[in-house]
């Protein structure tokens, strides 16, 4: 058993950047520290471990951030916007009365961090670092939710939240950009924060409030089958089939199995979503993730019901391959994300349905 | 003179290190890593993903128990990456034996400074985003969106840039402005600018605070009251204490000598912990320094706590010292007990007022490194008020005490008789940042970052706290009937209190460098 171990985390180092391997085997120790066989987690440990950010209200690097606290909700959300759109009238504050543009359109982007739904923070470090270069390279505003976490706060919590955030959004002068006044919004997310940008959208549907396009960034969906790729991949690069468990067990109403519609949309008692306007989504889905079998079953749903959907498919990338800059997938998911959410102006190299990297 | 925000932006993914170019092995720390809040040398990646594997291994071998033992051990600073790997190793006892490649590797484990801070207090490298955010070059602007009263802090932050420029007329024109707008203005930001309005006045005016002078122990009723109605003062004596008793676990006795006695009330807590020791108490020895109008204070409170370490069963000393200014304080003015005593250097916001006179801290620190400490206890306010530029002090504080105002505002247990006298407390020091200057300005407030250099060229060097003082301080707040807002922050071994994600005072200890110990 160890031997086979050893064995597989030789290949995974091989597979990614020493540091990347690193950093994503210090969070796979931590997290199993911190879940407990029992099904309680050590919140106290786990917000002591993570790394915090604060807001840069003073433009770093191109890109300023704050903080918000909506005093109804009690919701917090960090704003990052680009330092060129700010007027700096004066020294030392920054006004944010008006749109953003009242020429272009600038998207706005909510963004749910991942951490399948228990961990991390909109200001832990990992995504504090990911929406500010979502900033600059790919010259949207980012909003990043700091939903509710499991197993203190179960379904339907974290979507609570993120529709929150959207009205919240949608209501905000100084989001607004185009000359029509809009606020032009995608929704996106990483592994849980994925799965919570689709629910969102859902939601969104159902009350006709627009969303542009969804990016779901390995998202994390699942069902009580064990898929092919949950078996072949099991513990070889950083996720196990019995910590998904975990998680879904953790948000997942007590008592549900995986095949909630929470957890598997398309599944025995998912929802349809034929001939609704549901946004277009972007899927990502790394190679090496075992759950990848599940997204592409999402992906394979949304065609069904008739929805557009853009797949990039990451042959070699494992999970957490975005929370730094040094492969090539980081580089192609920037691309990609570009012209999804500036269609207008590359209209010449249109996303290809599909998209496969070696 | 006004500063581009643009030009004060740094790179985010390149060390900028300070006297750049001789570097070697200390400076080559993993920049990506770093951004993301983890310090691990390029050199040492291997290594690290070593004990990784390791520690992967021990765990899948053991799942239970090594579940259990690392969630009851205490953990450290987790951006050393590398030494929290280690000590996660040691606990779980793992060093597989017979193997002499693996023996090279081991750090030794008693000497937990090379272990632990990895991090020389000397060669501090500024790690772009992470650390930067807290720099003391750049400044904090106020975010105004429409929720904020917008208007009111234009004419605030107008006003202030006029008093920079020395534009008085305009200023006293703007002043006014701002009293109006702020008595419209409901909340936390309303009761803010007016504070901050009164003071710009002084300033306009050259109404200096100082002459208007406090009454002692109308002081001492606001820094009660301060302590009770929301929980800096009790997070502060609290984290301080945490770190004295893990400092002094084996300890046949304790002696504490606290830089700024006020009431005391930091120590009936740590006599308490001390009484409730397996094996019994230490004795407790404490010195408090307090000032000269409060000698009469001084003797009382330590008769008190006399009488509650008889009552607990604590053998206990007081003596009482008190100077004007803690820079005229001199090693041979404590008398202290190597042999038997564990010595503890206590300062909770009696450092930054020493800042007020060029010199004296460095002679303070020296005093302090003089008397041999086995800790030294550090609690300050986390904001730089001590900048060299008006505008940019205003701005920073405009940014902090309206944090702190909408903490105080959130906490629905708190009366609104308290809360006021709350206000007050803290708006005599927003007085102090904006309208005092010279030897009068005590409310030099710099932030962690900002010592830790101080402390490093003085010969000091971090303890790190720890993991329970960590979830202990944050059971506190929870129970201290604050506002939902409050969270404990760890930063490179400190612990910081934050209102949302906006710290506001930070913790930290300190111990003689390693060559001074020898």
Redesign the interface.
Known sequence: MAGGNEVNLNECKRIVPLNTWVLISNFKLAYKVLRRPDGSFNRYLAEFLDRKVPANTFPLDGVFSFDHVDSTTNLLTRIYQPASLLDLTRHGTLELTKPLSTTEIVPVLIFFHGGSFTHSSANSAIYDTFCRRLVTICGVVVVSVDYRRSPEHRYPCAYDDGWNALKWVKSRVWLQSGNDSNVYVYLAGDSSGGNIAHNVAVRATKEGVKVLGNILLHPMFGGQERTESEKSLDGKYFVTIQDRDWYWRAYLPEGEDRDHPACNPFGPRGQSLKGVNFPKSLVVVAGLDLVQDWQLAYVDGLKKNGLEVNLLYLKQATIGFYFLPNNDHFHCLMEELKKFVHPIEDSQSKSSPLLLTP | M?????E?????EAPSIEGSGCGGGDDNM?E??A????K?R?SD??D??QK??Q???V???D??SS?NA??DTV?YN??D?SGW?HSMLSELNYYPDLDPTRICDLRPIQDDDECCSSSNSNKRIRLG??C???SSD??????????TG?RL??AL??C??AVQHENLSLADALVKRVGTLAASQAGAMGKVATYFAEALARRIYRIHPSSAAIDPSFEEILQMNFYDSCPYLKFAHFTANQAILEAVTTSRGVHVIDLGLNQGMQWPALMQALALRPGGPPSFRLTGVGTLSNRDGIQELGWKLAQLAHAIGVEFEFSGLTTERLSDLEPDMFETRPDSETLVVNSVFELHPVLSQPGSIEKLLATVKAVKPSIVTVVEQEANHNGAVF??R??EAL?YYSSLFDSLEDGVVIPSQDRVMSEIYLGRQILNVVAAEGIDRIERHETLSQWRKRMGSAGFDPVNLG?DA??QA??LLALSGGG??Y????NDGSLMLAW????LIAASAWKLAAELRR
């Open positions: 006004k500063r581009s925000h643009q004060t932006s740094v790179e985010e993993d990506l890593l951004v993301l809040g983890y691990v390029s990646m291997a690290v993903a990784l594997e520690l992967e291994m765990l899948s071998n799942i239970g579940n690392l969630n953990h987790p951006s990456l790997a985003a992470w930067d955010s807290v750049s400044t904090r602007s106020v975010v105004l969106i429409e929720e917008v802090v234009q932050v107008a202030a840039e505008l940019d205003f701005n940014h993991s960590f979830k944050s059971l939902d807002g969270r404990v922050e760890e949302q994600t906006k710290p």
